[in-house]
């Protein structure tokens, strides 16, 4: 079974109590990162692991929003929230391996609270970069590798049962791909004693 399968799986199990797990985690810990990263957002916009649609919301008027997502049934609760909102998305089953979409098409990409779960980030990364057009804006939010050793050490403790039961890591650093990938970082936050971290990074034009 490939890695994609078994978070198709994994997710389809979860899809329920996705957003009363993720109530809790936004309230505690990430703010106003759902709007800070969606305000950005202009023109055709992609969300990569759309999930149940939690950042709907916060899309300004005017974007033209696609969005990919790897489970059914998370995608299905995705559609039904998108529904309620009013809000036009074209979302469309995939993985973030393999977008299904030609070099330089959109103006943004968005991905938030989902590299930590995707099986290969760096990958999932230049993917993300290959479809957004010259000049266009990468936004990023996701838990990462804490900022002190005490924090670290207790990630690297929880990943020894989060990565083989759930595919959840909690040592990466998304921004060092970005920034391999030759993105330009305009905005950069790191908070929570640097568990989570926010950024925008435009490609050259």
């Keep these: 079974m490939s890695n994609d399968e078994k978070q198709r799986r994994h997710w389809d199990r979860h899809a329920r109590g996705y957003d009363r797990q993720m109530s809790f985690m936004e309230r505690r810990f990430l703010r106003d990162t759902r709007q800070w990263v969606c305000r950005q957002a202009a023109g055709d916009t992609l969300e990569v692991a759309i999930g149940t649609g939690r950042n709907l919301p916060f899309y300004p008027d005017g974007v033209r929003l696609t969005g990919v997502e790897l489970s059914p049934a998370m995608a299905e609760i995705g559609r039904q929230r998108a529904r309620e909102l009013g809000r036009d998305v074209d979302l469309r089953l995939g993985t973030a391996h393999d977008l299904e979409f030609a070099d330089c098409t959109f103006d943004t990409v968005v991905c938030t609270l989902s590299l930590c779960a995707i099986p290969d980030d760096r990958r999932a990364v230049t993917e993300m970069v290959r479809v957004l057009r010259p000049g266009g804006l990468l936004l990023l939010a996701d838990h990462v590798i804490g900022a002190t050793v005490p924090v ?43 568990v989570i971290e926010r950024l925008a990074a435009r490609r050259p034009a």
């Design 152 to 194: 670290r050490a207790l990630q690297h403790l929880i990943e020894l049962i989060s990565v083989p039961v759930a595919g959840e890591h909690f040592c990466r650093r998304p921004i060092l791909h970005v920034e391999a990938a030759g993105l330009m970082v305009e905005k950069h936050e790191r908070f929570a004693r640097g």
